[in-house]
């Protein structure tokens, strides 16, 4: 009989203390940079045990991606210091060819209610969804890729395809909207955004299918697909296509519907939108540039596509432009705001650091990272809850870290074991 038939499932939180909303959910992630990370991130934060699966001695390479900080002999990258916190490193080597490790993998499967990965190839190591929900009919499996798995539809080429941020960006219809019109070329938007959103994707998946597994006791696959998260914020751009055989064009800063919602510069170099959605609000802007409310009327003026690109709508848009470009950023912005209309500053991380707000709303954070093996600071948690406040229970682990402690207390292998396995490299 193998192993894991034997072994009794650990409840959940076994190795991390006991907070959040997700205590009792444990999840095994076997992926990198950045949409399974961060998923596993999320769910970390709001008390799930998380086991990162790491490749012996090589490890994620999340671990090197610049930039990296250096202590002496210790260094890693600033990404795994913020997304690699409350997390337990295992290294496995996860192949099926080699019984030891499938042994391992199974039994892990078995104490996990998530498995949450970006691998692709999983069937190339000897791994399927049916094998899986025969050891844990309860399991969660999160795919994440860039186009998607076939059992759910596609093109298999298209399956099959390797992906990163920019390109899911650029094939699932984001890049082409956003930038600025023609000549200049469609833009990305940066920090990994599309990885970023794909990941939150992946945890509404998660938690929807862990709630229907916990109910029912019956375990499915999610599928996450970069292209499709990105598709899914373009709000109405396919509509617009399907009804109305409109093609999405950039517009740039510029909102393309209504006005004001336009990016300004002012007097001191610094940038301020402003964004005044609805007759209400127009009005309260037309007189805070102390203009006739009787001429620039919403109708005529701001709130179609037809009134912003009027005669009377583009000279409201340079008389904007040049209201703005006359003050200083912080004054504009407090005399917009004493009069009710929305604007915000284009802030840089070095503002938003010394920010009084962001500071009382408890946005930054210390912790021990292990692999410096120091204190270091970085962003809290979103959202805020009243009554399951998110926690970092540990900063990012160092590479294997807990190996020895999952596989002994988690698996019940003896050390003796354990150490069989180093020497045969699996861990």
Same mark, same amino acid.
């Given at each position: 009989? /193998? ?9 959940? =939180?076994?190795?991390?203390?006991? +907070? ?46 610049? =930039? ?17 916190? $409350? ?48 050891? $844990? ?25 390797? @992906? +990163?941020?920019?390109?899911?960006? #650029? ?14 070329? =469609? ?8 990885? +970023? ?78 964004? /005044? ?22 109708? #005529? ?8 690109? @009027? ?117």
């Amino acid at each position: 009989m /193998a192993r894991w038939m034997e072994i009794q499932r650990v409840p959940a =939180p076994a190795l991390i203390p006991t +907070y959040g909303p997700l205590a009792g959910m444990r999840v095994l992630m076997t992926g990198s940079i950045v949409a399974a990370p961060f998923a596993a991130s999320i769910l970390g934060e709001y008390g799930a045990e998380v086991i990162h699966v790491e490749r012996p001695k090589i490890g994620d390479p999340y671990r090197e991606q610049a =930039p990296v900080i250096k202590r002496g002999e210790r260094k890693v990258s600033a990404g795994w210091i913020q997304e690699a916190r $409350n997390k337990l490193s295992l290294t496995l080597e996860i192949n099926f060819k080699i019984p030891e490790s499938k042994e391992i993998f199974l039994s892990l499967i078995k104490n996990c209610d998530v498995w949450v990965e970006n691998m692709v190839w999983t069937e190339k190591l000897g791994i399927t969804e049916k094998m899986l929900l025969e050891v $844990n009919p309860k399991l969660v499996i999160a795919h994440i890729s860039g186009f998607g798995r076939p059992q759910f539809g596609g093109v298999p080429a298209e399956c099959d395809r390797p @992906s +990163y941020d920019p390109i899911g960006q #650029a094939e699932g219809g984001y890049m082409f909207v956003n930038g600025f019109p023609e000549p200049s070329p =469609p833009s990305h938007a940066a920090t990994f955004i599309n990885d +970023y959103m794909t990941a939150m994707f992946a945890v509404n998946g998660i938690l929807m299918a862990y709630l229907h597994a916990q109910k029912t006791g019956q375990g499915q696959a999610v599928d996450i697909a970069q292209i499709e998260a990105m598709s899914k914020v373009l709000n109405d751009t396919f509509v617009q296509y399907f009804l109305l055989g409109k093609v999405r064009e950039r517009k740039g800063n510029k909102v393309a519907i209504f006005q004001p919602g336009n990016l300004f510069k002012t007097k001191d170099d610094k940038y301020l939108y402003i964004g /005044a959605y609805g007759p209400a609000v127009y009005g309260r802007f037309v007189k805070a540039l102390g203009l006739d409310l009787n001429v620039y009327t919403h109708e #005529a003026a701001g709130g179609s596509v037809e009134a912003i690109n @009027s005669e009377l709508g583009l000279e409201l848009n340079r008389i904007a432009t040049d209201w703005v470009a006359e003050r200083e950023a912080e004054a504009a912005k407090a005399y917009l705001l004493s009069l009710k209309v929305p604007c915000g500053i284009v802030r840089t991380s070095a503002e938003l650091a010394a920010s009084e707000h962001y500071q009382k709303r408890g946005n930054f954070i210390e912790y021990h990272d292990e692999t410096l093996e120091e204190t270091v600071k970085g962003f809290g948690f979103c959202p805020k809850m009243s009554e399951t406040p998110a926690q970092v229970w540990r900063g990012a682990p160092s590479l294997g870290q807990d190996t020895h402690t999952i596989l002994n207390n988690l698996l019940g292998y003896s050390d003796s074991e354990i150490a069989s396995f180093r020497e045969l490299g699996v861990i």
